[in-house]
């Protein structure tokens, strides 16, 4: 599965933005979704995830009631709206496929996209 990542830009503190991701080959209806983020000078952290269904999501603490994910199988796609966004959102975010339960640990996704810049600015 091949995931690209797009929607990234520059927006000011308490905008919205709304990234996508888009997937080609494999069976995107058999994976879990999820995006990542990584902050200059920090660790990749889990934003969020999508189940297989649609039905299941998960999101981290520190964007929980902001964030929402959702998907498209029928467009390959998985989304991640962003509302009231703040200077600490500022990261790149990336897409990820794994066939197994939404988890927060890195090493259980096997696809990765190749991210795309968010800056929010004060």
């Known amino acids: 599965v091949q995931l690209q990542a797009s929607g990234g830009g520059l927006v000011q503190a308490g905008d919205s933005l709304r990234l996508s991701c888009v997937a080609s080959?494999?069976?995107?209806?058999?994976?879990?979704l999820v995006w990542f983020r990584q902050a200059p000078g920090k660790e990749r952290e889990f934003v969020g995830g999508v189940s297989d269904s649609g039905k299941i999501t998960r999101y981290a603490d520190s964007v929980k009631g902001r964030f929402t994910i959702s998907r498209d199988n029928a467009k390959s796609a998985v989304y991640l709206q962003m509302n009231n966004v703040k200077p600490e959102d500022t990261a790149v975010y990336y897409c990820a496929a794994s066939s197994v339960s939404i988890t927060t640990r890195e090493r259980f996704y096997d696809f990765w996209g190749q991210g795309t810049q968010v800056t929010v600015s004060s």
């Open positions: 080959g494999g069976t995107f209806s058999r994976y879990t």
